[in-house]
Structures are given as structure tokens and as C-alpha cells.
């Protein structure tokens, strides 16, 4: 486990003053960086990544166009009236059109040719135009990706990696983290602030900071190498402490700055439901980073004639990411409910419950009813699912058909089986056909 991350219970969570840039540091309150490293800020309106600046647009282009036609750039005062009119519907449909992409679309259609996160070599020429056409990307990721564009390939993997992993851990569930083919790659439900939105805010942002820590260690990123973690001081005196460990820290920072960008050039009015689901999302997101921090472990190798293991060398390793998943999934059930207060601050909803950590996940919203589908919510339903007719989970027909019962056919499975060893060297298997019955929702 890696140590230097602290962990304070607290009631109240909210947003950054400024976009970009922490608030001052409150005791009890504030998430402080990495061990090693000065905390990442900037002014309003930029953020910094590694040691290079990047300018955030100060996103207020309309308010600019809007005062330039109330100084005479239009001919009239009717004309600047239809140009206000006509920028706040188009500052609206652009607002709509933002919220419904995702960076996560990264990590969707692998195969196909014009993805340019498959393309690493692209990004050498060109990077900019490259950057400004990727679907999901706010206008301070996209910074982010002209600044290091090497990077952005293995954003990709971890935005992959945590879709694939809410869909092995709700395989089983009504909501099975299903995709659709647009840049919102989950639909209309992350618009909700639910627990399953909090988990896949989580997984996502933990899988940027596994694919970052591990691209470290493989010299695939220019900015960074090997862990530089101190040595544990429980590590025995005579094991060496190096080898080339995954970049935890590295990874760690990275995705803050990438992932948090989008929810801190938001402009918002406190009070708002927008300004409750900023501070939810940022707060799952560092939950999400968080677990893959603290699952990091050392790993040793040994040293010696024949096996003797006379000397060990030590260094830090992330944890297998479905661990990641498997602790997500246990916050993911013991997930806060929380509304605004007075003073526009998250709080638990009960407050008889002990406060939520930096750790744990929340969420405002309730889940809306994934039993039948519904195109404003993004409910998928569960027509069609498969079920196990014994069993008396989630997975059982009873549940996941909602009541609704469920259609029994026969399918025809083929397997290898028999399987011999041959001297040598090769396996010889049979085929073999079974006739197995499923259960299928109505």
C-alpha cells in the first residue's frame, strides 16, 4: 500500500473556488497531492500539468459576442436584441451538445482505422488540429492533449479499460453499464446523478491513472519514467529497493489534471443542481484515483544460485485492475446519498450515517427505474436479458425480469473436451456438443 494520501472523514464537500486551481488548503478538508510533489495550481481560468502551463479558455465568448453587439457591432438595438436571442439558443445547443460527449469515447471502436488514439504516430505531425477534432474533449483536455500527446493513446486504454470493467462488475445487474454508439458512449443516464454514474466516474478516472502509471514504467511517455516512491520502511533491511516500478504518483497527477479538467471549466451558479453534480463528479473521480493509489503494492523478485533466493529486489507494483474494480464495486454499494445545503455545500442526506471520506463514493440523484426502457432517463430496460432461473440474486430471473417472467429456449454450446497430452509435444482435445437450456426476460 502506498502511504502519503490522507484520509479525513468529513460532512460537507464543495466545488473549486476557481477553475483550474485548488482551493487554499482547509484543515480537515482538503486532498493534498502525491507524496513528493507540490500540489498542481494556476490561476482562474488555466491549469497546470506536470511542470508546463496550460491556458484554459475562460469560456466567455458569448458574453464577449453579446456585449459587442450592445456597443453598435449590429446595426440597431432590434438587431443586437435577435443577436442575443440567437446566441443564447446557440449557447444553449452547445451547452447540450458538450454534456452529452465524453472523453470516454477514447476508449471506444478500437478497430476502427480513424480512431486517432490507435494512431500514436499521428500525433508527432499535426497534433493540434488533431487534438481540436478528438469527440469529447473540453476545451482544457484538449490543451492537455496538444501538450502531451503521447499520452493521449493511453487515456484511451484507460477509458477502455474502465468501460470493460463496470461491465464484467454489473454483468449481473438490471443496469449492466451498456454502451451506445455516440460520444456520450453510456447515453442519457450519466445525466442523472446516480450511484451507478458515481462508479463509472470512478472506474473511468482510476483507469487513466492505471494505463499513465504503467505507460511510466514502459518508457512509452516522454515525461516520465520509473517510480521514484521512497522505500517502504517496513521493507527488510537487506532487500533491495529499485528495479523500475510502476509510476503511481506520475499516473496519480496526470489524470486529475486530464480527468477533473472538464468539471472545473464549468461555469456554474452556486446553489444549482449543475454545481451539485460538479462537486459529485469531482469527488468520485478522486475515489476512483484514490483506490488505485492505495492498492498499489511492492513486488519482489529473487536473486540466488539455483533458486536460493539469497537476495530480493523490490519495487512498486499497481494492483491487478479488476482489484480496482472489486473495491469500486463494495463502495459502489455503501455509496452516500448527499443533497445542497444552505450554503450551496454537499451534505448527507442522513446525517444519522457516518460523513462520508475522500474515499468512499456519492451520489444525489435516485437510480431511475431500470426495469423497462425509457429514452429520457437512458434506461436500457431488461427485455431480452439472460437470467438464471436458480438463482436468487440479482442475476435470478425474478429480479432481473422485474416480475415480468422470462422465456425458456434451447441452445446448442460447443467446447473442447477430452483433452490429451501428446509426447511431444502437443494437447489433443475433442469436441464435444451439449443441448444446455436458457432463460431469457420478457
Partial sequence: MVNGLRSEGHGEFSGTEERGCPRAPREGHDVPSPPGKQPLCASAGESWAGTRPVPFPANKSSAVLI???????????????????????????????????SW?????????????????EVYIIGAQPLCSQLAGLSQGQKKLCQLYQDHMQFIGEGAKTGIKECQYQFRHRRWNCSTVDNNSVFGR?????????????????????????????????SSCGCSRAARPKDLPRDWLWGGCGDNVEYGYRFAKEFVDARERERVYQRGSYESARIMMNLHNNEAGRRTVYNLADVACKCHGVSGSCSLKTCWLQLADFRKVGDALKEKYDSAAAMKLNSRGKLVQVNSRFNAPTIHDLVYIDPSPDYCVRNESTGSLGTQGRLCNKTSEGMDGCELMCCGRGYDQFKTVQRERCHCKFHWCCYVKCKLCTEIVDQFVCK
Fill in 67 to 101: 456585449h459587442g453587439g450592445a456597443v453598435g457591432t449590429v446595426g440597431s438595438t432590434m438587431a443586437s436584441q435577435y443577436l442575443v436571442v440567437a446566441l443564447a439558443v446557440f449557447s444553449s445547443f452547445t451547452q447540450v451538445v458538450i454534456e452529452a460527449s
Fill in 104 to 120: 470516454w469515447s477514447l476508449g471506444m471502436n478500437p478497430m476502427n482505422p480513424m480512431n486517432p488514439v490507435q494512431m500514436s
Fill in 189 to 221: 443516464v450519466m445525466q442523472i446523478g446516480s450511484r451507478e454514474t458515481a462508479f463509472t466516474y470512478a472506474v473511468s478516472a482510476a483507469g487513466v491513472v492505471n494505463a499513465a502509471g504503467r505507460a511510466c514504467r514502459e518508457g512509452e511517455l
